[in-house]
């Protein structure tokens, strides 16, 4: 592994990478988080012009939108594209590229290790560079910012695990005012050619992450002991979920729930007016819309196991439910009893595509 | 005078093994409870593991799955596959907090009447310990 090391600012050191590509030729398109500078919002962009990169934030601790899902809709691509992801959406993208919702054909992957993404609430209020300042601190003295989502906070894959190239971020005290980007694969190498001052032959240094995890570590432990009110059980769900609107927000925001028409959607489980009046008859009552804990549960079953705990459902979700929270802990247990990680390896089968004639003989009885 | 307790136990059985294994044990006059009520699939692999939350959540006291003996579907891997998609309700469920010991799946062959019998019987009692499914109950759902 290599590494090269500029004298300035990482995102301005990360953008002069993007810069060098582009105008190279290397690539032809850089897919990355921008701020708009007529509307202050952020976006994810796909730029083709060198002058276009003058808007791109590739580093800011900001997820829109999923963007290992978005690079689904032009990946394959059928020319080299430099994608910059956050270390969670790479993972997504890789989970959705085994499902054949993408390809890592012709993309050179730029990732960093995070410090988590602040909640949308706090991004649709506005970010001032006073804020992003305030959050960099964090992040480059290893520490966890506290507007950060819920799931980030408990994170601890926040090293990327398959980037061509990792920006040092976490725990990197110097990273405002240097850059530090490592070269992971021949590809990256390949690419940076030509670009900056020559690479130093390093490995990654984990003693700048092991800080962060740590601390991860004892608010993952935090915020599983708070899930479904610390107890679980059938009240304990409803309640977790009893607020739910129906609007399945949750899950048309999921990297890796990617069906066009979800089963939960469609007529398979529609209810008819016989259903109703039995209920009504063994009941009384009837909460409608119907339905809400087969959708949340059935929604597990399909893909928790591949969860990556990105968070964007809890923030997108109007009733505040903590729904990643509950899923990021329900599929690390699934992904668990197939010794599965999500996104770790794009050669690793879906656990439910493959099986062995030997196994779980304990769930049989 | 208190009702007896008798559970609702929808059973899906594959009908080149376990279905036919059912009917067995019937012909053979072995007893098992009325509880079992059996829905006919074609291998047990055609059961969505969403139909098992769907039975527990609209009031099943109990879900019993039964299929192949492994190396002996009739689609040659689809017990497999059952197994896998059965697992990862049942560690929902344990995660859940919810009742797993609801759920149960067997392999029981077309010449294994008396093992239906046994496993129907066994079940069943286990289902009238637990008591009633909750969900029969909540509005919510
Ligand atoms: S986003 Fe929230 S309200 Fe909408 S379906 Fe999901 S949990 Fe329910
Ligand atoms: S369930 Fe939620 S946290 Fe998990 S991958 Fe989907 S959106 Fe992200
Ligand atoms: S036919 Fe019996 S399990 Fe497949």
Same mark, same amino acid.
């Given at each position: 592994m290599?590494r090269?090391d500029?004298?300035?600012?990482s &995102? =301005?050191?990360?953008k002069?990478?993007?810069g @060098?590509?582009?105008g190279?030729?290397? $690539?032809?398109? *850089?897919?990355? +988080?921008?701020?708009?500078?007529?509307?202050?919002?952020y976006?994810?962009?796909?730029i083709?012009e060198?002058?276009?990169?003058?808007? $791109?934030?590739?580093?800011?601790? $900001?997820?829109?939108?999923?963007a290992g899902?978005?690079?689904?809709?032009?990946?394959?691509?059928a020319e080299?594209?430099? *994608? /910059?992801?956050?270390?969670?959406?790479?993972?997504a993208?890789?989970?959705?590229a085994?499902?054949?919702?993408?390809?890592?054909?012709n993309?050179?992957t730029i990732s960093?290790?995070c410090?988590g993404?602040?909640?949308?609430?706090?991004?649709?209020s506005g970010?001032?560079s006073d804020?992003?300042?305030d959050?960099?601190?964090?992040c480059?003295?290893?520490?966890?910012? &506290?507007e950060?989502?819920?799931?980030?906070?408990?994170?601890?894959y926040?090293v990327?695990?398959?980037?061509?190239?990792t920006v040092?971020?976490?725990g990197?005290?110097?990273?405002?005012?240097?850059? @530090?980007?490592? +070269?992971?694969?021949? +590809?990256?190498?390949?690419?940076?050619?030509?670009?900056?001052?020559?690479p130093?032959?390093?490995?990654f240094?984990n003693s700048?992450?092991?800080?962060?995890?740590s601390k991860?570590?004892?608010?993952?432990?935090?915020?599983?002991?708070?899930v479904?009110?610390?107890?679980?059980g059938?009240?304990?769900?409803i309640?977790?979920?009893? =607020?739910?609107?129906?609007?399945?927000?949750?899950?048309? *925001?999921?990297?890796i729930?990617?069906?066009?028409?979800?089963d939960f959607e469609?007529?398979n489980?529609?209810?008819?007016?016989?259903?109703?009046?039995?209920?009504?008859e063994q009941?009384?009552?009837l909460?409608l819309?119907p339905?809400?804990?087969?959708? @949340?549960?059935g929604?597990m079953?399909?893909? &928790?196991?591949s969860?990556?705990g990105?968070?964007?459902?809890?923030?997108?979700?109007?009733a505040d439910i903590?729904v990643? &929270? *509950?899923?990021?802990?329900v599929?690390?247990?699934?992904?668990a009893?197939?010794?599965y /990680?999500?996104?770790?390896?794009?050669?690793?089968?879906?656990? $439910?595509?493959?099986f062995?004639?030997?196994?779980?003989?304990?769930?049989i009885? | 005078?208190?009702?007896t307790?008798?559970p609702?136990?929808?059973?899906?059985?594959?009908?080149?093994?376990?279905?036919?294994?059912?009917?067995?044990?019937?012909?053979?006059?072995?007893?098992?409870?009325?509880a079992i009520?059996?829905?006919?699939?074609?291998? !047990? !692999?055609?059961?969505?593991?969403v139909?098992?939350?769907?039975?527990?959540?609209?009031?099943?006291?109990g879900?019993?799955?039964g299929?192949?003996?492994?190396?002996?579907?009739?689609y %040659?891997?689809?017990?497999?596959?059952?197994?896998?998609r059965?697992?990862?309700?049942?560690?929902?469920?344990?995660?859940?907090?919810?009742?797993?010991?609801r759920l149960?799946?067997?392999?029981?062959?077309a010449s294994?009447?008396?093992?239906f019998?046994?496993?129907a019987? %066994?079940?069943?009692?286990?289902?009238?310990?637990?008591?009633?499914? %909750?969900a029969?109950?909540?509005?919510?759902l």
């Amino acid at each position: 592994m290599s590494r090269i090391d500029l004298q300035k600012a990482s &995102s =301005k050191g990360l953008k002069e990478l993007l810069g @060098h590509l582009l105008g190279s030729g290397k $690539v032809s398109a *850089v897919f990355s +988080l921008r701020k708009d500078p007529e509307t202050g919002s952020y976006d994810l962009g796909l730029i083709t012009e060198e002058a276009g990169l003058e808007t $791109v934030k590739p580093l800011a601790p $900001v997820m829109i939108a999923n963007a290992g899902q978005v690079l689904s809709s032009f990946a394959p691509s059928a020319e080299p594209i430099a *994608v /910059v992801l956050k270390p969670c959406e790479l993972r997504a993208f890789i989970e959705r590229a085994k499902r054949e919702q993408g390809s890592l054909e012709n993309i050179l992957t730029i990732s960093m290790t995070c410090g988590g993404v602040l909640t949308l609430d706090r991004v649709v209020s506005g970010l001032d560079s006073d804020k992003i300042g305030d959050y960099e601190n964090h992040c480059f003295a290893g520490d966890i910012h &506290s507007e950060t989502r819920e799931t980030c906070k408990a994170c601890e894959y926040f090293v990327p695990m398959n980037a061509d190239i990792t920006v040092s971020m976490v725990g990197q005290k110097d990273a405002g005012t240097k850059c @530090h980007i490592y +070269l992971n694969t021949d +590809l990256a190498k390949e690419m940076a050619k030509g670009f900056g001052p020559d690479p130093v032959e390093e490995d990654f240094d984990n003693s700048l992450v092991e800080g962060l995890a740590s601390k991860r570590a004892a608010e993952k432990e935090k915020l599983y002991g708070a899930v479904m009110s610390g107890k679980g059980g059938l009240d304990a769900v409803i309640d977790t979920f009893g =607020k739910c609107l129906g609007c399945h927000g949750c899950s048309r *925001v999921c990297p890796i729930c990617y069906c066009m028409i979800c089963d939960f959607e469609s007529r398979n489980f529609d209810n008819d007016m016989p259903y109703f009046e039995k209920e009504l008859e063994q009941k009384g009552a009837l909460r409608l819309p119907p339905d809400t804990m087969f959708f @949340h549960i059935g929604r597990m079953i399909h893909m &928790s196991f591949s969860c990556v705990g990105c968070g964007q459902c809890s923030d997108v979700c109007p009733a505040d439910i903590p729904v990643a &929270s *509950v899923f990021k802990k329900v599929g690390e247990e699934t992904a668990a009893i197939f010794e599965y /990680v999500p996104g770790r390896d794009i050669e690793e089968a879906i656990p $439910v595509m493959v099986f062995k004639e030997e196994e779980f003989t304990e769930f049989i009885d | 005078m208190e009702k007896t307790f008798v559970p609702r136990i929808t059973s899906f059985l594959c009908t080149w093994c376990s279905y036919t294994g059912a009917d067995l044990a019937g012909t053979g006059r072995m007893q098992y409870p009325t509880a079992i009520i059996p829905i006919k699939v074609m291998c !047990s !692999s055609r059961v969505d593991p969403v139909f098992i939350l769907k039975a527990y959540l609209k009031g099943s006291d109990g879900v019993f799955l039964g299929g192949c003996h492994p190396g002996d579907c009739h689609y %040659e891997v689809g017990n497999y596959h059952t197994r896998r998609r059965f697992a990862i309700v049942k560690k929902i469920f344990e995660s859940l907090g919810l009742e797993a010991e609801r759920l149960r799946l067997s392999w029981i062959s077309a010449s294994e009447g008396p093992k239906f019998a046994r496993v129907a019987n %066994e079940f069943t009692e286990k289902i009238i310990e637990m008591g009633e499914n %909750e969900a029969k109950k909540k509005i919510f759902l």
